[in-house]
Every structure is written in structure tokens, then in C-alpha cells.
């Protein structure tokens, strides 16, 4: 069941907590199937007015970008050097309340690209644990994922925190057994769109 705030406890959201639930009830309205997830972040959300700070430890909210190209037929995946995994560009909000904005700014510092432009709604949602490492405790990601288009070239810069980047093919990746469950799921989602 969807988190729905009481009057009273409404008021006591700040205005970002607001906005995300409000975009997590337009994400639900596109994705009925998906309500169960939706229902874990706006619980989240609503119950953290810090959750796009990277300090809370139970986890925080991220943006992600499905950076794809001008023909919308190919995505860019890196192969992330910490987990060791390709996956969508995105990273921590560090404070930041507007979750595609991170989207785009991990997208720009991720890929050295230019001219990137992002969709204002919420394109897939994915909670997921991130493994202790060091002095960092395991904790979750609410990861907030958004369409981040390419219109520019398409010569990326492979930077600190990937072992490398790749276009892929959107319709492969839908089929790839060896993929990220996450990441063919948004193939799947990208290529049923209208």
C-alpha cells in the first residue's frame, strides 16, 4: 500500500519530501504493477527529510540516468569499479532534493559528455543493498532513474569510477541472461514505450 501522509502529518513533510511523493504517485499511476516498490520509497521518503544525504546510514536516496542515444537505440552502461558490474551511470545526491538533476549531473561527470538533456518524470525505480566496504557499513539505495538523452556526440571519457564505458544495444541487453536484472528490466520498459 502507498504511503498517503495524513493532513497532519503532511504539513509536517518538507516541501522536496512533497515532490518526491508526488513523483512517486505519477511513476505509480504509469506502473501499476509497481506499486509495491513505489510503496517502499514513499515510505522512505516521507519518514527521511534527509534522504538525499549520503550520511543516513540506513541508506539514501540516488539518481540514475538511462543515458540513451539521439536514436534511442543504444544505452551507456559502465562497468563500475567498485562493484565490479556494468550498470547504469548515477551516483549519491549529496544533498541534493531534485533527483533528475542528479541524474544528469552524474550523466555529465560520469561520461565527459555534453549537450545530455533529462526527462522530468521518473523512469524506473530499484531498491538495492550496497555491500560494507572499508568503514562503510552495508546499506540500501533507493535509486530514482531517469531518461538522460544524448543530443551531442557520443565520444565519452572513461573516468575514475568506471573500468570502462560501453554503448549498448537496448534490444540485446533486453535478452542478455548475463545482465543486471535492473538493467534488462529498463531495456524492457525502453523498448514497450509508444
Do not use: N
Not at 549520503?54 to 544505452?75: F, N, P
Amino acid at each position: 500500500m502507498t504511503h498517503k501522509p495524513t493532513v497532519e502529518s503532511a504539513h509536517s513533510l518538507q516541501p522536496w519530501q512533497r515532490d518526491w511523493l508526488a513523483a512517486f504517485a505519477r511513476y505509480a499511476s504509469r506502473h501499476p504493477a509497481e506499486r509495491a516498490v513505489v510503496s517502499v520509497f514513499s515510505d522512505f521518503a516521507a519518514a527521511h527529510a534527509d534522504a538525499a544525504e549520503r550520511r543516513l546510514a540506513a541508506g539514501h536516496l540516488t539518481g540514475s540516468a538511462w543515458l540513451v542515444d539521439a536514436g534511442g537505440m543504444r544505452v551507456l552502461l559502465t562497468h563500475h569499479r567498485k562493484l565490479d558490474r556494468w550498470l547504469q551511470l548515477g551516483g549519491h545526491a549529496d544533498g541534493d532534493v531534485d533527483l533528475a538533476r542528479v541524474a544528469l549531473r552524474e550523466a555529465e561527470e560520469e561520461s565527459g559528455l555534453r549537450g545530455l538533456v533529462v526527462e522530468p518524470e521518473i523512469f524506473d525505480l530499484d531498491r538495492h543493498e550496497i555491500p560494507a566496504r572499508g568503514h562503510e557499513p552495508a546499506h540500501w539505495h533507493y535509486d530514482v532513474r531517469y531518461v538522460v538523452c544524448a543530443l551531442g556526440r557520443e565520444d565519452f571519457i572513461v573516468g575514475d569510477e568506471s573500468h570502462a564505458l560501453a554503448w549498448r544495444d537496448i534490444a540485446a541487453l533486453a535478452d542478455d541472461e548475463a545482465a543486471d536484472a535492473s538493467l534488462r528490466r529498463m531495456a524492457r520498459k525502453w523498448l514497450e514505450q509508444p
